[in-house]
């Protein structure tokens, strides 16, 4: 039989920062993605209500399922301020998620994780079956994470370790092999309502409960319609992602820093909207290349820029729109979607 302490050691060696273990059971939380669904917080992640029975119960994502083995890998770069975004500078620097500013997670992680499968099953003396999953694949790590002792879920929904904080991949191994499994940890949120009073589009609407299709993450990510006009001037300068309820987590004050190369990217975060604006589609790949930014069309991030240049508050800025990329006939193809167009022109109206 494979020593748990062992598979935790050689997780740690591969590159992971955290490794537990939890029993592959049908937990009372995993009931509530149903509900939420029935909420219609969802939007149009359709693909969620797809696979909601799946979610459901990880047996039914690996049917011999016996234990769920849970990674961390902390993926911040940058000193914490607990304070949110106060940055000073360009008043149309972007903002891009700190997940996504190095190499694309899923594919790193994967890897990883089948190397540890592969350790796994050189030293098992019979044989067994498991399967890798990171969040494109249909688990609720967050659940099994709280379960394996990673962390708590915290009341803006990201997993929360007393140590390391929340700025941390989640992904794991559901496997047949019957391990000792980790006390689940201890929720250490106490009554601070920090993320819930943050978020500026109302998110959080309760403790652990997240309307996505009010969330900057969602909105920049997810949506392929119109950005909501009322939400538009909350989005500020988020062009990928949002990170403000995890800026201001107490947990967050002094977070470790990676130092593993993988999370190093090249200069995404902090760029002038207005320049990548003008610049061609073939540009605005290269900029994203390799990142997780390139699950969510060139368009989507016109009109995520269009939008951060109609919050910059700068009015010069407004005949910037006037040359959309230097694409074919002057117009980068990405900038000829409806709702770019949207952006654009509501952006000019912001900025008169």
Same mark, same amino acid.
């Given at each position: 039989?494979?020593?748990?302490?062992?598979?935790?050691?050689?997780?740690?060696?591969?590159?992971?920062?955290?490794?537990?273990?939890?029993?592959?059971?049908?937990?009372?939380?995993?009931?509530?993605?149903?509900?939420?669904?029935?909420?219609?917080?969802?939007? #149009?992640?359709?693909?969620?209500?797809?696979?909601?029975?799946?979610?459901?119960?990880?047996?039914?994502?690996?049917?011999?399922? *016996?234990?769920?083995?849970?990674?961390?890998?902390?993926?911040?770069? +940058?000193?914490?301020?607990?304070?949110?975004?106060?940055?000073?500078?360009?008043?149309? &620097?972007?903002?891009?998620?700190?997940?996504?500013?190095?190499?694309?997670? %899923?594919?790193?992680?994967?890897? *990883?994780?089948?190397?540890?499968?592969?350790?796994?099953?050189?030293?098992? =003396?019979?044989?067994?079956?498991?399967?890798?999953?990171?969040?494109? %694949?249909?688990?609720? #790590?967050?659940?099994?994470? %709280? %379960?394996?002792?990673?962390?708590?879920?915290?009341?803006?929904?990201?997993?929360?370790?007393?140590?390391?904080?929340?700025?941390?991949?989640?992904?794991?191994?559901?496997?047949?092999?019957?391990?000792?499994?980790?006390?689940?940890?201890?929720?250490?949120?106490?009554?601070?309502?920090?993320?819930?009073?943050?978020? =500026?589009?109302?998110?959080?609407?309760?403790?652990?409960?997240?309307?996505?299709?009010?969330?900057?993450?969602?909105?920049?990510?997810?949506? #392929?319609?119109?950005?909501?006009? =009322?939400?538009?001037?909350?989005?500020?300068?988020?062009?990928?992602?949002?990170?403000?309820?995890?800026?201001?987590?107490?947990?967050?004050?002094?977070?470790?820093?990676?130092?593993?190369?993988?999370?190093?990217?090249?200069?995404?975060? @902090?760029?002038?909207?207005?320049?990548?604006?003008?610049?061609?589609?073939? #540009?605005?790949?290269?900029?994203?290349?390799?990142?997780?930014?390139?699950?969510?069309?060139?368009?989507?991030?016109? *009109?995520?820029? &269009?939008?951060?240049?109609?919050?910059? @508050?700068?009015?010069?800025?407004?005949?910037?729109?006037?040359?959309?990329?230097?694409?074919?006939?002057?117009?980068?193809?990405?900038?000829?979607? =409806?709702?770019?167009?949207?952006?654009? +022109?509501?952006?000019?109206?912001?900025?008169?």
């Amino acid at each position: 039989m494979l020593n748990p302490e062992a598979i935790k050691q050689r997780a740690l060696e591969i590159g992971f920062d955290l490794c537990g273990i939890a029993p592959a059971r049908d937990f009372p939380e995993l009931k509530f993605l149903s509900e939420w669904l029935a909420r219609g917080y969802a939007g #149009e992640m359709d693909y969620l209500e797809k696979s909601a029975s799946v979610r459901a119960d990880i047996r039914n994502f690996l049917p011999s399922a *016996r234990s769920v083995i849970v990674m961390g890998t902390v993926y911040n770069t +940058e000193q914490g301020s607990g304070i949110g975004d106060q940055r000073s500078g360009r008043p149309d &620097a972007i903002k891009v998620a700190r997940y996504a500013r190095g190499q694309d997670y %899923h594919k790193v992680i994967e890897d *990883r994780l089948l190397e540890l499968i592969e350790w796994m099953e050189d030293r098992s =003396p019979a044989p067994f079956e498991a399967a890798p999953f990171v969040d494109k %694949h249909q688990v609720q #790590e967050r659940v099994f994470a %709280h %379960h394996a002792g990673i962390g708590w879920i915290g009341k803006n929904s990201c997993v929360i370790n007393h140590e390391l904080g929340s700025w941390m991949f989640l992904s794991g191994i559901a496997t047949s092999l019957v391990l000792e499994p980790d006390a689940p940890a201890l929720d250490q949120c106490g009554a601070c309502t920090q993320c819930i009073d943050a978020c =500026p589009t109302g998110a959080l609407v309760d403790a652990r409960e997240l309307d996505a299709t009010r969330c900057i993450s969602y909105l920049t990510i997810e949506t #392929e319609a119109d950005i909501p006009e =009322p939400l538009r001037a909350q989005v500020g300068n988020h062009a990928y992602g949002c990170d403000i309820c995890q800026d201001v987590c107490p947990w967050n004050l002094a977070p470790p820093i990676s130092t593993d190369p993988v999370w190093q990217g090249p200069a995404r975060d @902090g760029r002038s909207a207005s320049q990548l604006w003008q610049e061609s589609d073939d #540009e605005l790949h290269a900029m994203i290349r390799g990142s997780a930014m390139t699950y969510v069309p060139l368009s989507r991030l016109r *009109r995520n820029v &269009a939008t951060v240049i109609g919050n910059s @508050g700068d009015s010069s800025l407004a005949g910037v729109l006037e040359r959309p990329g230097r694409g074919v006939r002057n117009a980068a193809r990405s900038t000829l979607t =409806p709702s770019v167009q949207v952006a654009v +022109e509501w952006a000019r109206q912001r900025l008169r």
